[in-house]
């Protein structure tokens, strides 16, 4: 079965960091690009970051750019994000999903993990 | 990037069909046939139910359906039934790179 769990989520201070890993089981990992999403208390889905099946090709929106850094361990079939200078406005569930990849990408999330929650806040 | 336009909220009653628009520029939704929609009961993840604008996903119902006119898409629920009611976002390809969420619209069944 498809799965993907996300975890590191929690407390932090303004100006701290984070890190939040995806585990992904029940599918080849490495042949999925793959996207963080966030979602703040009662507001939409945002899309954060998202990377290539290799990890050599990586993207961010503008509001995290320089501060977030998306990675993947293809043999741990592990998708990261490294979260630095975290801000109150990055408070949100983050989730992880897997991005269908085939020979057109179609930019589309067909897995999603539970989310995990990150708080900013003094 | 700026998100794409959804109505705050849409209602019917059940048995009836609604249409969500999504509305973007010729840069995102009118350059790419890469728009997906998703359901977001609350508290509960998004599930993907169109994708590339027309294709749904194996097991979601045929009462979905997607269309695309120029800078808007669209996302059609025909025979509207009490579990549809929930939060839908349009999502889409933005060029170089770049990926955009529509604001969410809240589906109210009547």
């Known amino acids: 079965q498809v799965h993907l769990v996300e975890s590191g989520g929690g407390l932090v201070t303004p100006g701290g960091s984070l890190r939040l890993s995806c585990a992904a089981s029940?599918?080849?990992?490495?042949?999925?690009?793959m996207i963080w999403i966030r979602q703040a208390p009662g507001k939409g889905l945002e899309w954060v970051s998202h990377?290539?099946?290799?990890?050599?090709?990586?993207n961010y929106a503008g509001s995290v750019k320089g501060r977030f850094t998306i990675s993947r361990d293809n043999a741990k079939n592990s998708l990261y994000l490294q979260m630095n200078n975290l801000r109150a406005e990055d408070t949100a569930v983050y989730y992880c999903?897997?991005?269908?990849?085939?020979?057109?990408?179609?930019?589309?999330?067909?897995?999603w993990g539970p989310g995990t929650t990150v708080t900013v806040s003094s | 990037q700026s998100a794409l336009t959804q109505p705050a909220s849409v209602s019917g009653s059940p048995g009836q069909s609604i249409t969500i628009s999504c509305t973007g520029t010729?840069?995102?939704?009118?350059?790419?046939?890469?728009v997906s929609w998703y359901q977001q009961h609350p508290g509960k993840v998004p599930k993907l139910i169109i994708f590339?604008?027309?294709k749904r996903p194996s097991g979601v119902s045929s009462r979905f359906s997607g269309s695309k006119s120029g800078n808007t898409a669209s996302l059609t629920i025909s025979g509207l039934q009490a579990e549809d009611e929930a939060d839908y976002y349009c999502?889409?390809?933005?060029?170089?790179?770049?990926?955009?969420f529509g604001g969410g619209t809240k589906l109210t069944v009547l």
């Open positions: 999903a897997r991005i269908i990849t085939g020979i057109q990408m179609s930019y589309a999330m067909d897995v």
């Open positions: 029940g599918f080849v990992f490495n042949d999925y690009y």
């Open positions: 990377i290539s099946t290799r990890g050599s090709d990586s």
């Open positions: 010729s840069s995102d939704v009118g350059d790419y046939n890469l």
């Open positions: 590339e604008v027309t």
């Open positions: 999502f889409s390809y933005a060029g170089y790179s770049t990926l955009v």
